[in-house]
């Protein structure tokens, strides 16, 4: 789903893949203006605060040590 499709479907968040890319997902952020969740390849601490900073509202990791980091 493109970021205009988005705003015209008005979806409750918007998934953003892989989710360790900060720019992209501050790109994406600016654009749209509902909540993003960055998923995908997110396995370090530094990778959810960026992703966090870049204006994603949650980070799905697999990555059991990252689950209460907050």
Same mark, same amino acid.
């Given at each position: 789903m493109g970021v205009v499709q988005a705003e015209d479907l008005k979806p409750d968040f918007l998934e953003i893949l892989p989710g360790i890319i900060p720019e992209f997902i501050e790109e994406i952020s600016r654009r749209y203006s509902g909540d993003i969740i960055a998923g995908g390849l997110v396995r370090k &601490?530094?990778?959810?605060? !960026?992703?966090?900073? $870049?204006? !994603?509202? $949650?980070?799905?990791?697999?990555? &059991?040590?990252l689950w209460k980091i907050l």
């Open positions: &601490k530094e990778q959810v605060f !960026a992703a966090l900073k $870049a204006g !994603a509202k $949650a980070i799905p990791t697999s990555c &059991k040590d």
